[in-house]
């Protein structure tokens, strides 16, 4: 298992058409797919621009593809600002 974060801009006149449409494919996935989801963003805008971030912790290795496949379902493209990017951790091993 490994915890997908997947950051994005929106711009701040977008954000209230973007945040629905991102908690509605949430939910989807929360129902479909079993993971659990989290949506947050930076405090601060910076040139109009709001940093937003969904986190999918404890996911299996495939959940990225479902992932991309939802968003693209569910219009985000059109409304970000450039590409959704997408980083994978893992949790460290115990020291023994």
Do not use: N
């Amino acid at each position: 298992m490994v915890d997908l974060y997947v950051y994005y801009k929106v711009r701040e006149h977008d954000a209230a058409r973007l945040a629905p449409l991102v908690r509605a494919m949430q939910q989807r996935l929360a129902d479909g797919e079993g993971v659990q989801v989290q949506l947050k963003r930076r405090p601060d805008a910076r040139d109009g621009l709001q940093t937003w971030m969904e986190v999918y912790p404890g996911v299996g290795e495939g959940f990225a593809a479902a992932l991309e496949r939802a968003a693209d379902a569910a219009g985000l493209h059109a409304i970000i600002e450039g590409p959704r990017r997408a980083e994978v951790f893992t949790d460290l091993a115990p020291c023994a």
